[in-house]
């Protein structure tokens, strides 16, 4: 009888289901990877919208304190007038011994 000699082969499955999975798991970091830069570029956007609308604002309010700076440092008669109407109107001030009625039926 004759010896028959069999070489065991090493198996390539594993390295198969190796590189499977880490390529998988590759994609799936790569698409992650992908939608992550994008919603960080979408949230970077809004607020460089914010930020410009806030330095909008802060100038209008910085034109308007110079104004109310302008008015408030004049002597002249009408800038006091101004002054009365605006602390009267927009603050709720009164003169002294002056009666204010509030007309609470809304007409």
Known sequence: MKE???EIEPTKKP???R???IGTLLGF???YAVVTLISQQVQ???KQSELSQLEDKILIQEV???EVEKVYNSDDKENEEYIRRIAREE???AEPDERVFINIAGE
């Open 44 to 46: 970077i956007n809004r």
């Open 29 to 31: 970091f790569a698409v």
């Open 15 to 17: 390295k198969k289901k």
């Open 19 to 21: 590189n499977i999975v």
């Open 4 to 6: 028959v000699v069999r």
């Open 91 to 93: 603050l709720g001030y």
């Open 64 to 66: 308007k304190n110079g």
